[in-house]
T-cell receptor, first 113, second 115 residues
């Protein structure tokens, strides 16, 4: 079955630490990949997306993600986190021609000042 | 401001009640969606409407009944729910079907508690 896995449910970092959140999908065909973020008390919003081309995608607020097809992964990274990055992060995938976005279960990030 | 407004933000209902959730988008989008967000579970797609036509019902129980009178409004009618239906219900919209742009715009959600 098509699925998206986020292995870390909770991550705690200190400010200025580097961040990498894992995301894997299970599908061998064409995929479009997304990271959404939900700040406390706010709505889900798009952080970045990959459709095609350069597998290293840059998003808002200094985030980037790398699509590695051989590993079925789309990990989210940020070299130096800030307290304001405290949020829940969701990886999502659209597989082949489907209009469904399949979401992972989310990773809660807490950044300590 | 997300451009997608959901009301009510919080709802408590008994299992025999009938209530409705409302979603309105001010973005001129053509597709609207209902998602269910439960604790520690992935977001679950419930329904998709494209140009007011339902294009997806993701095996949702009939106690949830969607209605899309126009491209800007989406309702979720609730009837004889179960306690396990307690969750955050998210409405989203997109310019076209998600396979074109990929981006969904979400509302802040309606937190439903079924007693």
């Amino acid at each position: 079955a098509q699925s998206v896995s986020q292995h870390n449910h909770h991550v705690i970092l200190s400010e200025a630490a580097s961040l990498e959140l894992g995301c894997n999908y299970s599908y061998g065909g064409t995929v479009n990949l997304f990271w959404y973020v939900q700040y406390p008390g706010q709505h889900l919003q798009l952080l970045l997306k990959y459709f095609s081309g350069d597998p290293l995608v840059k998003g808002i607020k200094g985030f980037e993600a790398e699509f590695i097809k051989s590993k079925f992964s789309f990990n989210l990274r940020k070299p130096s986190v800030q307290w304001s990055d405290t949020a829940e992060y969701f990886c999502a995938a659209r597989m082949d021609s489907s209009y469904k976005l399949i979401f992972g279960s989310g990773t809660r990030l807490l950044v300590r000042p | 401001e997300t451009g997608v407004t959901q009301t009510p933000r919080h709802l408590v209902m008994g299992m025999t009640n009938k209530k409705s959730l409302k979603c309105e988008q001010h973005l001129g989008h053509n597709a609207m969606y209902w998602y269910k967000q439960s604790a520690k579970k992935p977001l679950e797609l419930m329904f998709v409407y494209n140009f007011k036509e339902q294009t997806e019902n993701n095996s949702v129980p009939s106690r949830f009944s969607p209605e899309c009178p126009n491209s800007s409004h989406l309702f979720l009618h609730l009837h004889t729910l179960q306690p396990e239906d307690s969750a955050l219900y998210l409405c989203a919209s997109s310019q076209d079907r998600v396979e074109i742009t990929g981006e969904l715009f979400f509302g802040e959600g309606s937190r439903l508690t079924v007693l």
